[in-house]
């Protein structure tokens, strides 16, 4: 029989965990009000008062963008010149560095990752991504017909080079091609961000693994405004430029978290590799993606990225502005790290960002925590191996005894499975 929909598509209803999530916060939040829900499910940063936060320095330049400039179509397919020129300054310029790239404007990192699975394989293929990653990783191996492999992302509190290596070995060996996922810095949903030496080991391994067959390394750093290394973490990019012929790296950004712009859906591809054909091929694969699906990305968006990467007296003001946020977040996180540790409550190595994560093996305990934490009006996002606690959501006189709760309905629940 024939359907509406065809055989080879995904067509399952979606189930969003953080929407899922969310709606149950709501509810809680109608019946018992706002004071005694906590709402740690919502991956945008929220205000200490409430309410999303929203830089005046983006919105305020915003304003002062014309009219023509916001209702007109991108002056490209692969984003206006000016957004181009942005993001190279943001990402290599600011920080000394001069990195040759081909850039392709995507809606939002998600565009950019989309784009880059769907031109790398073929359906049918294997994409790797870790264990513990955002959810929408995989709505995006099944839109394109690809299988997944996973990479243990944990050996106790570092990288699990050891894993990284062996599931890129077993994927080479089988399709003699590798494309495999990196979230970093500020990792969602555990917060790690990956030493230098981390980096510097992989990416050794990287090239060697290219000399079997083509590696495109997909750096998603949707959180690389949020981590307190600032230019620094930029200078590891300075790598991509010395990888071997048969490696393309892939940077997917994201200007929603970076200029609080969810909505705008603002991003780009930036694809760096040291074969010229080979990289021309694929931006050009790239745009033709961007023309056949989404055509070109919000103008009045991309404007306003560049105000902010290239006019310094923007830049200056966002800076202050953002780091503002960035100290309270840093305050926030340590309110309840430092109460997890007291309790005992396990939590995967956090380093900087917007979420914590519980650390809980057991997928049956982990389900019932969650359950049992709505019960008391706590809501996280269940994820692979843990729960998501959104501190950046959750303001800090909502934060302080929280871990201590959760610790006490953890007790109760591993009491009842034991
Ligand atoms: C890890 C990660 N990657 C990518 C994205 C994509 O963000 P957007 O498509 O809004 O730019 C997000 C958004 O939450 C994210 O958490």
Redesign the pocket.
Known sequence: MKHFVSENVHDQAIIDVVFEASQGAMKAIETHGEDNVVNGVF??YFREKGGLLTFDSIYRTFDKIEDFHKARYAASISGAPEFQKGIRHWLFESAGLEVPCEIVA????????SSTVKNALSPGDTVIHPDI??G??KTIALQHGMDIEHYTLFEGDRFNLDSFKSVCKKVMDKQGKVLVFI?DPC???TGYTMLASEWDELLDYVNELSDKGPVILLH?I??IDFTHLGNDYKKHFERYKHMRENVLSVI??????TMTA?GM???AQVMISNNETELSRFKNACANTARGVWSTVNNGGMRLFSELALNPEVKEAYMKEKGEYLELLRERAKIFIQEAKESGLPIYPYKEG?FVTLRIDNAAVKNALHLALKEHNIFFVNVYGGLRVAICSIPKAKLCGLAKRVKAVYDDVLEKHS
């Not at 995507?106 to 990752?113: E, F, H, S, V, Y």
């Open positions: 991956g945008a995507t809606p939002g990192g998600t565009g950019a990752l990653g955002w929408p990783y979230n990792q969602n949903p998603d949707a959180y997917a950004f994201s200007a929603s978290k969810y859906r603002i991003g917007f």
